[in-house]
């Protein structure tokens, strides 16, 4: 937040903090941050659900999301607005490590978001991966992304949904969010298997179960198919720290597998159940 507060003032922009969190947590919120609208949800709430929550409250145009574990590079909101007001429905920003991390906070990035690197090349695909980690919604689209995050959509689905109804996606690599978190690796490679487990699920929902056994089946290589892309995008970021996280990077990764496989097996989501409960726990 403190990465926020100068260029909120100076533009005048509003703060909207979506927040699944204990009493005592949100009154200190409250206190450091009496301008900010609060918005409280349940513990359990999964990350879409938060996105959504947030999306939903918010009066701005374009609304910017970022998460909590991320520090917004300088001018981060006036490139993101420039870059959407010349015409693209969604635009994603680059995102970055801080400089000093350790090896198993690179690992954690680069399994996390390696392919979202400022410094990745030109991407051919449509639409371009973008984070909502460091994205911005031009008003235009916000109650369709709002309604499929409280649904609990996450955002390749989100983007993929918006490209199919004519909305232009566009990458932003010099509007830099910094990724400044420290992890332990049985934690973490936790969180890679809850997310892979409901990526996976979310997916065959999505998809009405096409590819399900192919998936499942190539899942083992995945780690080394997503490491081959990460490395494409993010290894020129600090190539010394990419080569200290590799075996860390590595065994995240297959921990995203194991649990997209389980995912696979597990079959997809049952009506009410919330896509993004798990890993937000």
Known sequence: MASLEAECTDLGAELVIARAGDPAEIAVLRRRLPG???????????????????????????????????????????????????????????????????????????????????????????????????????????????????????????HDRLARQGAVLQFAPNARVFHDHEYRLGAFWLDRYEHGWDYARARLTEEGGRRRWFNLLVAPLLPLVLLRRIARAAAGEDRVAFLRALPATLLLLYGWAAGEAAGYLRGPLREGEEAGRVAAT
């Open 36 to 158: 900010a609208v609060i918005v409280e949800a349940t513990p359990r709430s999964g990350i879409p659900r938060l996105r959504g929550l947030g999306l939903a409250a918010a009066h701005g145009d374009p609304i910017l999301l970022t998460e909590d574990h991320c520090v917004a590079g300088p001018g981060w909101i006036r490139s993101l607005m420039a870059e959407i007001r010349r015409g693209a429905g969604v635009v994603g920003g680059g995102m970055a490590n801080a400089p000093t991390s350790g090896a198993m906070a690179w690992a954690a990035y680069l399994a996390d978001y390696g392919f979202y690197s400022h410094g990745r090349p030109p991407d051919a695909r449509h639409p371009p991966l973008l984070t909502a980690a460091n994205i911005a919604y031009d008003r235009c689209v916000v109650a369709d992304v709002a309604k499929w995050s409280l649904e609990g959509a996450w955002e390749n689905v989100v």
